[in-house]
């Protein structure tokens, strides 16, 4: 069992859409939690950076965190094409340590 | 800033030669971290250093590759000699504590 799972997908939803976009992770020692985009033939882009458990938010982007079920989301509100893209999420235990990867959902917004 | 800087951005060249990737690391960033990324594998870690010095590189995937930091400011990601599997994009990211990790646009790598 991967340390990190991600649904791969792809998830398509129309325009306008709120999406949300999850991982599940098997490790509690896991206390730092980002969420990055990456569009074709670009590299990763970090969206959210999150420490322990709760919610933030950034524009139409909330990160939500919920240690107690391992388990962190996404959500997009007033999705837009534009939004199409791949998301990965990433953790790790502590500011030193490597970051652990989702496999990634590829999510695809239809106008 | 201008971010995370890598050179080349493609890279064609053929099985058995040296291949060279360079990085430059946003400035105040402590931690860089050298990425491989394919289809079939996703996303990998291959080595990362913490104020110039190599601190895990288990991801490496044999001798035929290696990674240097010389100073602050700058890395190498060398692979000698190239094989068609090594054919990938690599990137290459750079963070300091309490931040996540900015990738570069990494080089797209095809060995024939």
């Known amino acids: 069992q991967k340390e990190v799972e991600q649904d791969p997908g792809p998830l398509s939803v129309p325009e306008g859409a709120i999406v949300s976009l999850n991982c599940t992770y098997s490790?509690?020692?896991?206390?730092?939690f980002m969420w990055y985009r990456q569009y074709s033939r670009k590299g990763p882009e970090l969206l959210m950076y999150?420490?322990s458990s709760g919610n933030k938010e950034d524009g139409r982007f909330t990160a939500q965190v919920d240690k107690s079920s391992k388990y962190i989301s996404l959500f997009i509100r007033d999705s837009q094409p534009s939004d199409s893209a791949t998301y990965l999420c990433?953790?790790?235990?502590?500011?030193?340590?490597?970051?652990?990867w989702g496999a990634g959902t590829k999510l695809i917004i239809k106008p | 800033d201008a971010g995370v800087i890598q050179s080349p951005r493609h890279e064609v060249t053929e099985m058995g030669q040296e291949v060279t990737l360079r990085c430059k690391p946003i400035?105040?960033?402590?931690?860089l971290f050298w990425y491989r990324q394919t289809m079939m594998r996703g996303l990998e870690l291959l080595i990362y250093?913490?104020?110039?010095?190599?601190?895990?590189d288990s991801g490496m995937p044999e001798d035929r590759f290696s990674a240097k930091m010389p100073n602050a400011s700058f890395s190498t990601l060398k692979i000698q000699p190239s094989e068609p599997r090594d054919s990938a994009v690599y990137f290459c990211?750079?963070?300091?504590?309490?931040?996540?990790?900015?990738f570069g646009p990494g080089t797209r790598l095809t060995v024939l």
């Open positions: 999150t420490y």
């Open positions: 250093f913490n104020n110039n010095v190599p601190i895990d």
């Open positions: 490790n509690s020692a896991f206390q730092y």
């Open positions: 990211a750079s963070s300091r504590p309490g931040t996540g990790e900015i």
């Open positions: 400035s105040g960033h402590d931690y």
């Open positions: 990433a953790m790790k235990k502590d500011s030193n340590y490597q970051l652990i």
